[in-house]
């Protein structure tokens, strides 16, 4: 969201409006949680975008809510993640049902995820937190699968939290519904957070000499500075989770990999990958 606040100027000709949290995560969440019990008024969508756009005109609208799906102590429950993320989709329809609806968000492998989400939470124990399933089951495709069908046709774009230095640009484009190549302010700031300053300013040498380089290219190109500047501290993650051990993470790691390639063939859902 702050890299396509830093955007919003340029977008605005585009008919792009990109307006700030505050003026609805709450309204969202409470017309939502209504819509638990009752369906939406006729007038929601009319007093939603009143309350977002306070007057502008924009012919597309992008919103970001990181708890639209559930908070922390909701995300995981019968070996589901996010189980509510198929109802509130289904929701989110029904209020835009005269527009054209996209979800776009980012996946994590799990094994770095529950750990996360756990301690996020009370605490306790970490099957209890698993609900007794065995962490290596649980799939973000189960997930999509149910937003799929609940979605009535809206687009879903999703890439892996893991990727998202090398592909940042692109995430942002698509969000935005901008052009193959258009340029986007915060393009590499993801992938700069990771590498050593020295290799910052040789990347910006590198490619400012290089206009030409295609997408495909410039990601080449960064993987090579990666290997040679990431910052170990930045692209290590350490697990802790009480009873795991290494070879359980290792197998979580794997299956979420296999899942990712299985999610990229589901039709309806998109996947950007490096």
């Not at 606040?5 to 409006?17: C, F, I, M, T």
């Not at 519904?177 to 590498?195: K, R």
């Not at 910006?204 to 997408?215: K, V």
Request: aromatic fraction near 8%; glycine fraction near 8%.
């Amino acid at each position: 969201m702050k890299c396509l606040l830093r955007n919003k100027g340029s977008l605005v000709p585009d008919g792009v409006a990109v307006p700030g949290p505050g003026r609805y995560r709450k309204l969202l969440t409470g017309m939502l949680d209504a819509m638990e019990q009752a369906p939406a008024a006729p007038d929601a969508r009319g007093l939603l975008l009143d309350a977002i756009l306070e007057g502008d005109r924009a012919e597309r609208i992008l919103l970001s809510h990181p708890h639209i799906f559930g908070e922390t102590a909701t995300a995981l429950c019968d070996g589901i993640l996010y189980p509510k993320a198929a109802a509130r989709v289904a929701a989110l329809s029904d209020i835009f049902a005269q527009d054209e609806l996209e979800f776009h968000m980012a996946l994590r492998n799990p094994a770095t995820l529950l750990p996360a989400l756990f301690h996020a939470g009370p605490g306790g124990d970490a099957a209890d937190f698993t609900d007794g399933y065995d962490p290596r089951v649980i799939r973000w495709s189960d997930t999509l699968l149910r937003m799929k069908e609940a979605a009535r046709g809206a687009e879903i774009l999703v890439w892996c939290n893991e990727d998202a230095p090398i592909i940042w640009g692109q995430v942002i484009r698509e969000i935005a519904g901008l052009n193959h190549g258009d340029a986007v302010t915060g393009a590499f700031d993801l992938f700069e957070e990771i590498m050593e300053p020295e290799g910052q300013q040789q990347f910006r040498d590198y490619i400012s000499t290089r206009p030409e380089l295609t997408e495909i290219q410039m990601r080449r190109v960064m993987v090579v500075f990666l290997e040679k500047f990431a910052r170990e501290d930045e692209i290590d993650e350490v697990i802790d989770m009480p009873g795991w051990h290494a070879d359980l993470i290792a197998d979580m790691t794997a299956a979420y990999e296999e899942d990712v390639f299985e999610i990229g063939r589901i039709p309806g859902v998109t996947l950007i990958a490096p």
